[in-house]
């Protein structure tokens, strides 16, 4: 063809576009290669942002987690009593004056008990203020009359009640519950060349530092390590475990028994009756109704709470009935077992039958005898690793 009056022709190479002018396609390109730039460039940025974005999120929720976290652990701290907010000494006299702000306490016995109290700290021994005897000698009355629905009855041998006071309440349960079962190896001739030094019910604060003399012995170093070597001064709650190591570095034979899990319908836990039948029938076999025997009672021990356990009926239907004293009942509940019904309907405080006791695990400390000294020193070896038997 003639092209010798048409212009020349010029194409984009990105775009195909055709341009009459070899500056105008050199612009036209330049444009391109601008916009792919800022194109790329945008990308870059957009990546940047959305990646420092991301990284102020994670630091956000890790900084809540970690709050949360600490929230949650001086919850527990407070739960446990381990927030450093004062002992049995703090809390009795903080709950006396509330007392007096509410008119409840004269100031003359605010003083009175003040005295008291520190009288007690000093010697190291319970002032006695929520004890209440002669309740096992008055159940052994009552079921040798009883003649309705239990054919026997262990019973074991004499046990001092002992509740809360206001020293003590809300986290003192596992010590009380030490108390009572001193209570009544004190009463028996076998163990008193363990107990030669603890002629006396001793004080919390002193059960306290009893058992931070057990740890400096060397047992249960994981437990110990849990609440930081110490208790003396503190509200911290106890269990199984240090009732084990106290016992034990007494030269006291005892064993954890650990009902992990439920053995019957509806979460209940007969195998735990069961063992504990045989603890009280094991050497007392006659064939009396009520069997007064010379067993201790038994620690027993759940989330959360401690009881101690101080007999076991057998229905005439072969069902099984634990009778518990519970450091949460008051001296005038109890005293009311003193003077016991024909009827009985007292006794609905201290028993609980196998669908009462339905908490996912329970553990108990049964007392058995003394150990020698050979003994104690192998149990604490033993302590370091593995402190209870697990019932499958």
Not at 17 to 40: A, G, P, R
Not at 136 to 153: F, G, H, P, S, W
Not at 161 to 178: A, E, P, V
Not at 259 to 269: D, L, N
């Amino acid at each position: 063809p003639d092209t010798g009056n048409c212009e020349e022709l010029y194409e984009c190479p990105m775009c195909s576009l055709t341009c009459t002018n070899i500056q105008i396609l050199e612009e036209h390109v330049d444009l391109h290669l601008e916009e792919h730039n800022f194109s790329e460039g945008g990308n870059i940025r957009d990546l940047e942002l959305a990646q420092q974005l991301q990284t102020e999120e994670d630091e956000r929720q890790r900084s809540e987690e970690e709050k949360r976290e600490r929230e949650e652990f001086k919850k527990l701290q407070r739960q446990y009593g381990l927030d450093n907010s004062g002992g049995f000494k703090q809390q009795f006299l903080k709950n006396m004056e509330r007392e007096v702000d509410r008119g409840r306490m004269q100031p003359f016995e605010y003083h009175k008990r003040k005295a008291d109290m520190m009288e007690s700290l000093a010697s190291g021994i319970d002032d006695g203020k929520t004890k209440t005897s002669g309740v096992i000698e008055a159940l052994c009355k009552y079921y040798q009359n009883e003649n309705k629905d239990v054919r026997r009855v262990w019973l074991s041998a004499g046990v001092d009640h002992f509740h809360s006071s206001l020293g003590d309440r809300g986290w003192g349960c596992g010590y009380r519950n030490f108390q009572m079962l001193l209570s009544s190896l004190l009463q028996n001739s076998s163990y008193n060349d363990c107990l030669r030094d603890t002629t006396l019910i001793p004080s919390i604060p002193k059960i306290q530092s009893m058992i931070e003399d057990a740890w400096r012995e060397g047992f249960d170093p994981h437990g110990a390590s849990h609440f930081n070597n110490r208790l003396h001064g503190s509200k911290a709650w106890i269990g199984a475990c240090e009732i084990y190591s106290l016992l034990t570095s007494l030269r006291i034979k005892c064993q954890i028994i650990d009902f992990h899990k439920p053995t019957g319908p509806m979460g209940t836990h007969p195998r735990l009756f069961e063992w504990i039948l045989h603890y009280y029938s094991t050497d007392n076999e006659g064939g009396a109704k009520v069997v007064c025997t010379s067993k201790p009672p038994i620690y027993l021990q759940h989330q959360g709470h401690s009881r101690t356990v101080v007999g076991i009926e057998e229905k005439k239907n072969k069902s099984l009935c634990l009778l518990l004293f519970d450091p949460g009942c008051s001296s005038q509940q109890m005293q009311k077992l003193l003077k016991q019904n024909s009827d009985g309907t007292g006794l609905k405080l201290l028993r609980k039958f196998v669908g009462s006791l339905k908490e996912k695990q329970y553990q108990i400390v049964a007392v058995d005898g003394v150990l020698s000294l050979e003994e104690k020193a192998a149990r604490c070896r033993a302590s370091q690793v593995l402190t209870s038997e697990r019932i499958p």
